[in-house]
């Protein structure tokens, strides 16, 4: 019974349904119980909530990443399975606290200062947070000191830096230095990204890592997690 | 007489029915009298202030009465001219009338000779006004590169000189600081023989962007009011992007364009009431697999077709966007992906094409070779556009019963008066049998369109007058000579 609660949990990430309104990819899904209804029925069944997030709702986003990879899923499909998962993150949350179950990594990402472009920064987002990740969005077109304030206030684990325009992706260069400067370089982890950002670029201003698109960027942010 | 089309009738493609424009029209009205716009600069909201609109000032929210939409539309003039410098390449705005330009504004240069790109630089740029100047299918020269060594508080003035330096065909260009706007108008004024003259002749005009979906930057609403103010002509474009910043239908992002273009529109309207100004679209569908704006997609055609009857519904001259490719080299795709959007455009009725030569790679990269290809493609284009014309001159009943069964037409008077104005002249293609072809070194488009490039930039001479010059040079500060 678990096994096939936690298997339509996962179909339904895949088809990115968030409840039983929601078409999903395939005909004839409207009506049909999705991933919030899915998941209050499993916490009711008593399944147990890592295994939820484990069975049903990471293995779902895994087959998401890989039909975007194989170009079968393009960003609206690949973004409404991350909401579905992000709203199922919201009904676990109380219950992982009771459980003692930490979010994965506290994040700050932030569009830099003279950029209005912050789709791609808001993918990012939803896809850490599907993945367990607690994120902060600072917004976009945000200065330099406002960036750094907020990394000494909330001490997150990450910093996660978007830009669109090569006229602002300087100011990246600029943060990392002023970390350096607040002597607190060394306690955040710097990932950067934006369509002109490049790996060559992340390295050449002192970043910890790049994501080339937002699934990248939580595999990169995983693998500096662990 | 081979013949150089501009300004043509065009419209004989009508992808939206007279009933869908009304229904675009009136969603339009809707969305600006109930939904409204941001308007993020404290100038602009004064300004829509005056006239009565409701603001929502916490959120920075205008809503404006259709009624008021509308008499605003109907202050702008329908028609003007964007002058050259020299008379004959002078662009009458309006109607259905086609032409054509570059567009850009590119920060990188391909060099198809040595496979590869680099950033662009000022030098780049005065070569290519060369270029264009002596490409007759490319009637306006539209700032097309980004002069990367330069600072911003330089990129202004020396965009514009190298423009009007270099070419004697109109320049437009976007515009990046106030005080830039101000130095080039002054210099302008310079060239154009006084402040009267250049409002009288504008031999030069500017674009200033809204932001799709709904939204007045500060800068650039900003920058609308200045040049507004100084009656210079102006374009208000809008990207609006199918399924990123506009609905992912074409119906959709032809309704947005439509109203992001309309509130630079009335802004300026109000700014100073019959300011010329062009209802401008830069509206494309992007690459829902990681969000690029496209530059070579069928819809973008589509879209600026539409957006182009919406213009001629409204009575604006109209700023379409096409001619360009995604591709990185000067292939098939280049070649394809630039015909078919000029061409929709073109047969849409669409007065100015912006982007239509030069650009490829998501407009971010120009090359100069591919101005030339270009070039030809519009020569094509313009030929369509200019549709069958049939009478009893054309149609030839006399002669076909002079020539009768079994004779031919070629030692007839009527094909050599007829067949250099009838039939588009290539001046590129090639139309070689294989033995020729391989006789003349066997050469690609490109290869070809590489000594053209070197032909005509060395042939050029235009230069402003010397006395002009050092006139700007002594009075505009920061020209790099």
Known sequence: MSEDILSLIKENVVQGRINQEDEGMEEGMEGKPAVTELVQKALDDGIDVQKIINDGLTSGMDIVGQKFEKKEYYIPDMLASAEAVGAAMEMLEPHLAKNGIEPKGKIIVATVKGDLHDIGKNIVTILLRGAGYLVKDLGNDIDDQTIVDAVKKEQPQFLGLSALLTSTMTHMRAIVQSLKDAGIRDKVKVIVGGAPVSEQFAKDIGADGFGADGFQAVSVIDSLNS | ?481
């Open chain 2, 1 to 481: 007489m081979s013949v150089a089309r501009k300004g043509l009738p065009g419209g004989s493609y009508k992808p939206l029915s007279d009933e869908a424009i009304g229904k675009i029209h009136r969603t339009a009205m809707r969305i600006i009298e109930e939904i409204g716009f941001q308007v993020n600069s404290q100038d602009a909201q004064q300004y829509f202030e005056q006239i009565g609109a409701t603001i929502d000032k916490e959120k920075r929210i205008v809503r404006l009465p259709q009624k008021t939409v509308i008499e605003l539309i109907e202050k702008a003039p329908s028609e003007f001219t964007l002058c050259g410098s020299d008379e004959k390449n002078d662009i009458h705005l309006g109607g259905s009338r086609v032409y054509t330009g570059t567009g850009g504004t590119a920060l990188y240069v391909y060099e198809p000779d040595r496979d590869e790109k680099r950033p662009a630089s000022l030098n780049d740029l005065k070569k290519i006004a060369k270029l264009v100047d002596g490409l007759d299918n490319i009637h306006l020269l539209l700032l097309p590169t980004y002069p990367n060594e330069l600072p911003v508080d330089q990129i202004d003035v020396n965009r514009f000189y190298a423009g009007l330096n270099n070419t004697g065909k109109h320049i437009m260009g976007g515009v990046y600081t106030l005080e830039g706007i101000k130095n080039v108008i002054k210099m302008a004024e310079i060239i154009a023989g006084g402040k009267q003259q250049l409002r009288k002749r504008p031999i030069i005009s500017m674009i200033a962007c809204s932001m799709s979906p709904l939204k007045l930057d500060e800068h650039y609403a900003d920058m609308m009011i200045a040049i507004a103010k100084s009656g210079i002509p102006l374009v208000c474009p809008a990207e609006p992007l199918c399924g990123a910043t506009s609905p992912i239908t074409i119906a959709g992002n032809v309704l947005m364009q439509t109203v992001d273009s309309l509130m630079g529109v009335m802004l300026t309207q109000i700014v100073n009431p019959g300011t010329p100004v062009i209802f401008g679209s830069v509206a494309t569908s992007t690459d829902l697999r990681d969000l690029k704006y496209l530059a070579g997609s069928v819809e973008m055609g589509l879209t600026n077709a539409g957006s182009a009857q919406m213009a001629q519904f409204y009575k604006l001259p109209f700023y379409a966007t096409g001619g360009m490719t995604d591709s990185k080299v000067l292939d098939s795709q280049s070649g394809y992906e630039s015909a078919i959007t000029n061409l929709l455009c073109a047969l849409a009725g669409s007065n100015f094409i912006h982007d239509s030569a030069g650009l490829m790679e998501f407009a971010m990269t120009v090359c100069l070779e591919k101005y030339v290809i270009d070039n030809e493609i519009l020569g094509m284009v313009m030929r369509a556009v200019d549709g069958i014309k049939v009478d009893d001159e054309t149609l030839a009943f006399d002669l076909i019963k002079q020539v009768g069964p079994a004779g031919n037409f070629v030692t007839a008077k009527h094909t050599r008066r007829h067949m250099r104005s009838e039939h588009y002249e290539p001046t590129l293609t090639d139309r070689n049998l294989r033995e020729d072809w391989e006789a003349e070194g066997g050469k690609t488009t490109w290869e070809r369109a590489k000594v053209k490039v070197k032909q005509i930039i060395e042939n050029n001479d235009y230069g402003l007058p010397e006395e002009v010059k050092n006139k700007v040079l002594s009075e505009i500060p920061d020209i790099v000579h």
